[in-house]
C-alpha cells in the first residue's frame, strides 16, 4: 500500500480535542478575595488542567505593605493571575481566573475582570472586613457575584445569617461555606455562582451561536 505523503492533510493528527465544541457555554468567571484567603487553593482543587499559577515568595521587603496578622503560615503570594478550567454537566465550561487580593494589583485586578461573566469573592471569618472592599470593586465592575466564606481551621463559625448581615449582602446574592482544599464544597460555591450568573444574563449572552 502506497504511502500517504506526509504534508497530505490525511496524515495530519486530527485536532478535535482541541476546537471548542460549538455547543459548549463558556464562562469567564473570576475568583477574587483578600490576601491569602484561599484563592489560589481553590482554583487548584477544583481546575481539571494543569492550573496557571503566578506566585513568588513573600520577602521582608513586602511585610510593611502585606498584612500577615492571621497568616503565619503564609510564604507565597500571587503577583498576576491564577487560572483553572472545569467543565460541568451539561457542557458549560467555567474558565476560572484568580486574581491578586493587594490593592497595590487593583488595576491589574480590573484587566484581568473585563470580559468576566461573574465573581466568586472569597472571605474569611477571621477577617470579613478585608472582603467589603474587594466586593466593592466587584459591583463597580457591574459583575454579579457570590459570596463563599472559606472555612480555616482557626475562624470562627457564624450561622449563615449572621455571615449575610455583617457583609451586607442583597438577598439574591448567594453566600456558601466551603473549605478551598475540599472539593465538594468548592464545586458548590462555584456552581452556585454559575447558576447566579445564568439566571442574572440574558440568555443570548452566553448562547455560543452568538459568540464571534
Keep these: 500500500m502506497d504511502s500517504v505523503p506526509s504534508g497530505s492533510p490525511h496524515d495530519r493528527p486530527s485536532r478535535v480535542g482541541y476546537l471548542p465544541d460549538r455547543d459548549q457555554t463558556l464562562m469567564k468567571l473570576v475568583v477574587a478575595g483578600p490576601f491569602g484567603v484561599g484563592k489560589t487553593t481553590l482554583i487548584r482543587t477544583l481546575s481539571e488542567i494543569a492550573t ?124 456558601l461555606l466551603c473549605d478551598a482544599r475540599e472539593r465538594g464544597s468548592s464545586l458548590d460555591a462555584l456552581i452556585a455562582l454559575a447558576e447566579h450568573v445564568l439566571d442574572t444574563l440574558p440568555a443570548a449572552s452566553t448562547d455560543p451561536q452568538d459568540r464571534p
Design 52 to 175: 496557571l499559577h503566578t506566585e513568588e515568595a513573600m520577602t521582608e521587603a513586602g511585610r510593611p505593605v502585606d498584612d500577615l496578622a492571621g497568616l503565619p503560615e503564609k510564604s507565597t503570594t500571587t503577583v498576576a493571575v491564577d487560572f483553572g478550567r472545569l467543565t460541568l454537566p451539561g457542557n458549560t465550561v467555567l474558565y476560572m481566573f484568580g486574581t491578586p487580593g493587594q490593592r497595590r494589583f487593583f488595576p491589574l485586578w480590573q484587566d484581568i475582570a473585563r470580559g468576566a461573566l461573574g465573581a466568586l469573592v472569597l472571605a474569611d471569618t477571621r477577617r470579613l472586613a478585608d472582603s467589603f472592599e474587594i466586593m466593592d470593586m466587584v459591583e463597580e465592575q457591574g459583575l454579579p457575584y457570590a459570596v463563599a466564606v472559606n472555612r480555616f481551621p482557626d475562624s470562627p463559625d457564624h450561622p449563615p445569617e449572621v455571615l449575610r448581615a455583617h457583609l451586607d449582602l442583597h438577598a439574591a446574592t448567594p453566600l
